[in-house]
């Protein structure tokens, strides 16, 4: 077990690390630079592999099946990463455009610069396209393709927007953008197997963390509670916002909200850790003292975690929804998802004995919120991307 643990805790470090660097590069070189060179590399997939191995090898060595939400827990994130395996392997994702009374049944795929054509079993038409306006203002609330899908002898009249896709066969068709003539331009995305492999590991993810928290409830009962007040009062004021604030189209979505509050919520709970550590660090000689707050500290990591990761994966689908991609490796995605792994290794105490130290332990949920306040901050200054609005 000692060297499943050395070995593991190596694998993260690079994981982290690697995670780390591919946002630079991005920012250095362009994001399909990235994702050829880093994301898609045969070596970032081989890295995953490792990582995923030895969650199987913990699982049977730590007998995790007795312990079904733990070992759910587990199960989900092999589910999520097998999905996003089958995605990369068997998935499309390209680009379409609709002139207005012209069928068309072709879209484009980019790949590393080459761009190759691929038919569809049916045909689409774009019968005219809209931009919707706020009453008395010429800002945009939404982009609307209205056309038509032939296929065979059967005609079908669909209307397309943001945050409302067109699902047929497979295929998925989302509105992305148009031109000045008229045009619409859609994405197209084909994904027959990852999605309903990494939905699975979503919805067996947000079981096995509501199963965990209300096990641990005697632990942290009064610490959740207070936090869910928050993050309902959150979800109000986010909700009054979005009604009364114009937001981009593909922002106004349900997912707005629940993505956006469940993290800040999360952020919060780690920056109570924040606090405790210092206050810690004031008395260090003062073990018991220093338990005690630990036990704080530990109340208050399970749900920050468990909100994080909820959050994360509610802005895939989210993603998925609006884009057709749940997992696009933007900076701030790859950022929280390093937050999280930070995080989430403390939580992992009895396979890290280091954690069980209380002044270790302060130490470390210090030093950890580096990477909230770059994820929150740094990510906006100095590395953009799609979420830096």
């Given at each position: ?8 805790s ?7 690390a ?47 099946w ?19 395996l ?96 008229g ?10 197997w ?169 130490i ?22 799609v979420?830096?609005?």
């Amino acid at each position: 077990m000692k060297y499943i643990r050395h070995i593991t805790s190596v694998l993260v470090i690079i994981l982290i690390a690697v995670l780390a660097a591919g946002t630079i590069v991005e920012k250095m070189h362009g994001s399909e630079f990235a994702l050829a060179h880093v994301y898609s590399a045969w070596w970032f997939v081989g890295l995953w592999a490792l990582v995923a191995i030895m969650i199987v090898i913990m699982m049977a060595k730590c007998r995790m099946w007795k312990r079904l939400s733990i070992g759910a827990l587990h199960l989900s994130f092999l589910l999520i990463l097998l999905g996003a395996l089958l995605t990369m392997l068997t998935g499309q994702h390209g680009r379409m455009k609709l002139e207005p009374n012209r069928p068309n049944s072709n879209f484009f795929i980019q790949d590393n610069g080459e761009i190759t054509k691929e038919a569809l079993p049916f045909s689409l038409t774009l019968d005219h396209f809209e931009i919707e306006k706020y009453p008395n203002s010429d800002k945009p609330k939404d982009y609307v393709s209205y056309l038509q899908l032939k296929e065979g002898e059967t005609h079908q009249d669909i209307v397309i927007s943001m945050n409302h896709i067109l699902k047929h066969k497979h295929y998925r068709f989302y509105q992305s953008d148009y031109d000045e003539k008229g045009n619409s331009i859609l994405d197209v995305a084909r994904d027959p197997w990852g999605i309903g492999v990494t939905y699975a590991g979503y919805a067996l993810l947000f079981v096995a963390l509501a199963a965990i928290l209300i096990e641990r409830r005697k632990t942290f009962r009064a610490v959740t509670w207070s936090w869910i007040g928050v993050l309902v009062v959150l979800m109000v004021f986010l909700y009054i916002r979005m009604l009364t604030h114009t937001l981009l189209p593909v922002l106004r979505s349900p997912f707005f909200s629940i993505h956006i509050s469940t993290i800040v919520t999360a952020y919060a709970l780690l920056l109570g850790i924040l606090v405790v550590g210092v206050i810690a660090l004031v008395k260090p000689k003062d073990l018991a003292r220093m338990e005690r707050l630990k036990s704080l500290s530990t109340a208050m990591l399970y749900p920050a975690v468990a909100l994080l990761a909820f959050g994360i994966f509610i802005g895939a689908i989210w993603a998925n929804v609006s884009w057709g991609n749940y997992w696009s490796w933007d900076p701030k995605e790859v950022w929280a998802l390093i937050t999280l792994l930070i995080y989430a290794a403390p939580l992992h105490e009895k396979l890290w004995k280091s954690f069980q130290k209380p002044l270790f332990f302060h130490i470390y949920g210090i030093l950890a919120i580096s990477s909230v306040f770059f994820t929150y901050f740094g990510v906006n200054l100095l590395l953009g991307g799609v979420h830096a609005y």
